[in-house]
């Protein structure tokens, strides 16, 4: 059935970078937009020009309500669903050992798993987050529970389980063999690799290789995925991980990669240059369909190389401050020319809303020093939340905005459902310039976006429930 909704709209038109998003950023106050019986948007534009033929079509008005894209978290933890807020007494690496490897040692129990995975689901839908590229459970019929009510629930999902070779007693039930890692990977692609249509082109299920970060696995692992991902790239697999997440002095992870690879940068791991001196031992599992998470403490080499073969970075802001990883420098990063998208990270991160990534986002690069603090644009804020997160996940074409023949994945938010953010957006002072006008409430809008203020939430023009 066609639909029209109605509301206060906001996207970036096209195919900006995070750059020039500002220059694409569309709003329309009193904006309509109609999609059609496949789920495809087939108009975007303000309520007053709606075509005559859409006029007597069924119409969903939630004015004074916001229609935004869906939100694209590129990285968040399937198995840390119950484990969000622990405490471990260190960082990264502590607490990993301490808290988070027997947090998804849980899930070996599958009535465990299973509540887990509905619970993620409605996690996921409270917060508006309509595609995820989701760090999976080393155990299959965990990552088979995830997928099914993934699908039941018409969520977008790329996951994959995590591969952990080597590791702490804590992730003794996590480490399987070389053979099994390879084996088990193998037949999750095989069995949900765009499962639901058959078809990578329309599917929103897909799989991907996912190694937990390089600490995780050992030269062997990565020649064999290297050699997997080979044989699948073409199918449309993707590749996930962790990269320059933690460099706390002696006993943080980025040290502990060069010292035990014997590398000259974290990335030549994933980039086939797993040998001692970054010499090639295999095929690189990098490209525009894998996602590294954080990249806080790359060297240019490293954002070169990403943005070269299209590899994207997932943004972890409030997962960077709760584990004291530091943050990615703004501005590098964005003169690199990688792909920028966001990740809750979940449940390093404690939040499960996309929106206050964003926000941490802005306040952590506003405050960086020197001439690297940058008051970042609420466009550019929007970007990474959506249209940059569709990229990275290499699915771009299919939704993210809100150009005419996209998939309508959308979110519906009621400012009144949360009074401080209605304050702010109906009351608060805006400039007497159109454009600053336009940005000022934008940006109080994602900056005071909380679950509570998110009515609805449509994947492909099918309204998702919690
Ligand atoms: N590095 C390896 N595993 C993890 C994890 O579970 N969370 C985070 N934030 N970093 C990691
Ligand atoms: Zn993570």
């Known amino acids: 059935m066609i639909q029209v909704h109605l509301g206060h709209v906001f996207h970036l038109a096209g195919r900006p970078g995070v750059g020039d998003s500002a ?75 301490q808290c988070i490897f027997p947090a998804e040692s849980r899930l070996a129990e599958p009535e465990f798993a299973q509540q887990a995975a509905v619970e993620f689901c409605d996690r996921r839908i409270a917060a508006g987050t309509t595609a995820a590229m989701v760090f999976g459970s080393a155990f299959p019929h965990a990552q088979d529970a995830l997928f099914s009510e993934t699908r039941r629930r018409g969520l977008r999902m790329v996951s994959g389980r995590g591969i952990q070779t080597v590791g702490p007693d804590s992730a003794a039930a996590l480490i399987t063999s070389e053979e099994d890692a390879l084996r088990l990977t193998a037949a999750e692609i095989d069995k949900w690799h765009a499962a639901d249509t058959g078809d990578v082109s329309t599917a929103l299920l897909h799989v991907a290789i996912v190694p937990r970060f390089a600490p995780a696995v050992t030269p062997e692992t990565l020649k064999n995925l290297g050699d ?24 943080g992870e980025v ?40 990249c806080v403490h790359c060297q240019d080499a490293e954002l070169e190389r990403m943005a070269q ?73 929007l970007f990474v939340g959506t249209l940059g997160g569709a990229r990275a996940l ?39 310039d159109g454009e600053m006008a336009r940005d000022q409430t934008l940006f109080a809008l994602l900056m005071g976006i909380r679950e509570s203020s998110i009515a609805q939430v449509y994947v492909q023009g099918r309204r998702v429930h919690g």
């Open 228 to 251: 997997l991902y080979d044989s699948v790239r073409d199918r449309g697999v993707y590749v996930h991980s962790h990269l320059n997440e933690n460099n706390r002095p002696g006993t």
């Open 309 to 381: 073969t299209g590899t994207s970075i997932s943004h972890c802001p409030t997962s960077q401050l709760f584990l004291g990883s530091g943050t990615m420098p703004w501005r590098r990063t964005v003169e690199s020319g990688v792909n920028i998208s966001a990740g809750t990270d979940f449940g390093a991160g404690d939040e499960w809303l996309i929106p206050r990534v964003l926000g941490d986002a802005f306040k952590v690069h506003i405050s960086e020093e020197g001439d690297a603090g940058v008051s970042m644009h609420p466009a550019e804020m």
């Open 23 to 97: 220059a694409a950023l569309v709003t329309l106050p009193d904006g309509a937009l109609v999609v059609d019986d496949d789920g495809r948007i087939v108009f975007c534009g303000a309520r007053g020009e709606l075509p005559a033929r859409f006029g007597s079509v069924e119409t969903v008005d939630h004015r004074p309500g916001f229609l935004l894209p869906g939100f694209v978290d590129t990285h968040i933890h399937f198995p840390q669903t119950y484990a969000g807020d622990s405490y471990g007494g260190g960082q990264l690496l502590e607490w990993l050992d």
């Open 255 to 294: 040290d502990t990669v060069k010292q035990s690879y014997q590398v000259d940068s974290y990335l030549d791991t994933y980039d086939g240059k797993f040998l001692p001196g970054s010499s090639a031992g295999g095929t690189s599992l990098l490209g525009r369909r894998t996602i590294l998470a954080h």
């Open 394 to 432: 290499d699915m771009e074409d299919r939704f993210g905005n809100f150009d005419v023949g996209k998939e309508a994945d959308f979110v519906v938010v009621d400012p009144s459902r949360t009074p401080a953010l209605a304050n702010s957006v109906i009351g608060g002072v805006r400039s007497t």
